[in-house]
Nanobody, 117 residues
Framework: QVQLVESGGGLVQPGGSLRLSCAASLSRFDLYAVAWYRQVPGNERELVARISSEGTYFYGDSVKGRFTISRDNAKNTAYLQMSGLIPEDTAVYFC???????????WGQGAQVTVSS
């Protein structure tokens, strides 16, 4: 059963913007923290941004001021708005969800983002 589905990836020029969406088929989505990670082949998965069930935020240093994470619990969807994209942002972006007071993490299948002229 697919529980997280990312969409919105693609090819964008440097300086451009993209918005990734993470649609969740989860009961009580509002109780989940949602995070976006990214991974380049050969590298470890990097935490990009996280929003807790209480609405607190975390951003990785490399994306602060450029990326914004948000969620719409009524739509069971989380978003990652990416602006000022640079080639170093090229990666597969994964959405994850972790229910409050649990350790199990649910992952999406990933969405490719390529920043290139």
């Amino acid at each position: 059963q697919v529980q997280l589905v990312e969409s919105g990836g693609g090819l964008v020029q440097p300086g451009g913007s993209l918005r990734l969406s993470c649609a969740a088929s989860l009961s009580r989505f509002d109780l989940y923290a949602v995070a976006w990670y990214r991974q380049v082949p050969g590298n470890e998965r990097e935490l990009v941004a996280r929003i807790s069930s209480e609405g607190t935020y975390f951003y990785g240093d490399s994306v602060k001021g450029r990326f914004t994470i948000s969620r719409d619990n009524a739509k069971n969807t989380a978003y990652l708005q990416m602006s000022g994209l640079i080639p170093e942002d090229t990666a597969v972006y994964f959405c994850s969800a972790q229910r409050r007071l649990t350790t199990y993490i649910i992952w999406g299948q990933g969405a490719q983002v390529t920043v290139s002229s």
